[in-house]
């Protein structure tokens, strides 16, 4: 199968399995299911668990990746809802949907992320209750990530960053936490699925290769922010530069940003090299995030 059509398949596989994970609209409190799904199931590029997938298969050990990717896909979701909330971003528009806030109101908005980011731990304690062992690394892995020193706390840097000049520090904290964080995390996940959990050699390459890859991500996010339009996005372009963002192009422009993108994408291929196995779907993956347009 070539590269885009088993990226289209994970994709349906995901879905699918998000559809069959999360509790059915009509679950009482109605309107919180409703807002939860209408969140979930509006189009997201599925980066995070195909990563989680195609770290566990470098591997191969027969273990279930999918309820890991599942979990790191509700943490990514909440953390979308609550950034687009009046009190962060306040953006209207996402996954080319409007907003959770905007869909629904903000109360319900609020809430589907609280239970979202609780959702994807009981999915962990409850998928893997045959597997005992696993559990604690995993939620350990995931709790880390999402935690007050890591997407949290990059959010509070960014938001507190936001009107001022751009520094190299700052920029560093944010991206690499706001958005490297997770990416490290799908990697470690989806390595201790794979069997390596245990290995520091293979885990220290792993959490190298997920924050060159965030790095990456995050400037062509930057990127894409500067130079898309909100229509080929579905979420608010140009957005960075009104909110007085900590952007890689607010520091150093878009051709400089461009260059950053290729060298942290070198850097994650050299990696997800030296850690071997079959690692050909994910050296695939990685270059076309470089290329990706939304
Ligand atoms: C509210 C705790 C909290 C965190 C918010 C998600 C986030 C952190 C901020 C959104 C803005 C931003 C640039 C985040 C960096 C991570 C990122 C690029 C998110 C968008 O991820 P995609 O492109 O989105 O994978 P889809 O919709 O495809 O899943």
């Given at each position: 199968m070539n590269f885009t059509r088993q990226l289209n398949d994970l994709q349906e596989k995901i879905n699918r399995a998000l559809d069959f994970r999360l509790p059915a609209p009509a679950t009482r409190p109605r309107r919180l299911h409703e807002a939860i799904r209408h969140s979930v199931s509006a189009g997201g590029k599925r980066v995070r668990p195909i990563l989680v997938l195609s770290a566990s298969q470098l591997f191969p050990s027969g273990n279930n990746a999918m309820s890991a990717a599942v979990s790191?896909?509700?943490?990514?979701?909440?953390?979308?809802?609550?950034?687009?909330?009046?009190?962060?971003?306040?953006?209207?528009?996402?996954?080319?949907?409007?907003?959770?806030?905007?869909?629904?109101?903000?109360?319900?908005?609020?809430?589907?992320?609280?239970a979202l980011l609780a959702m994807a731990f009981e999915i962990l304690s409850v998928d893997y209750s045959?597997?005992?062992?696993?559990?604690?690394?995993?939620?350990?892995?995931?709790a880390n990530a999402a935690g007050s020193e890591r997407l949290v706390g990059g959010q509070m840097e960014d938001l507190l960053a936001e009107g001022s000049t751009p520094n190299t520090d700052t920029l560093k904290y944010v991206h690499e936490n706001?958005?490297?964080?997770?990416?490290?995390?799908?990697?470690?996940?989806?390595?201790?699925?794979?069997?390596?959990?245990?290995?520091?050699?293979?885990?220290?390459?792993?959490?190298?290769?997920?924050?060159?890859?965030?790095?990456?991500?995050?400037?062509?996010?930057?990127?894409?922010d500067a130079t898309r339009t909100t229509e080929e996005l579905g979420k608010d372009a140009e957005s960075d530069a009104a909110q007085g963002?900590?952007?890689?192009?607010?520091?150093?422009g878009i051709e400089e940003t461009r260059i950053k993108a290729k060298e942290y994408t070198q850097e994650a291929l050299s990696f997800a090299r030296e850690i071997g196995g079959e690692n050909e779907f994910l050296l695939e993956l990685i270059a076309y995030l470089l290329n990706r347009k939304k």
């Open positions: 790191i896909e509700c943490i990514h979701t909440y953390s979308l809802i609550h950034d687009d909330l009046p009190a962060m971003d306040n953006s209207d528009l996402r996954r080319g949907q409007p907003s959770c806030h905007k869909a629904f109101d903000e109360a319900t908005a609020i809430l589907a992320g609280d045959d597997q005992p062992d696993l559990i604690a690394p995993l939620v350990r892995i995931l706001k958005t490297g964080a997770l990416l490290v995390a799908c990697v470690e996940m989806g390595l201790c699925l794979g069997g390596k959990r245990g290995n520091e050699e293979v885990l220290i390459l792993g959490r190298r290769l997920g924050m060159s890859l965030g790095l990456a991500f995050q400037a062509m996010d930057d990127l894409l963002k900590a952007t890689s192009v607010a520091f150093c």
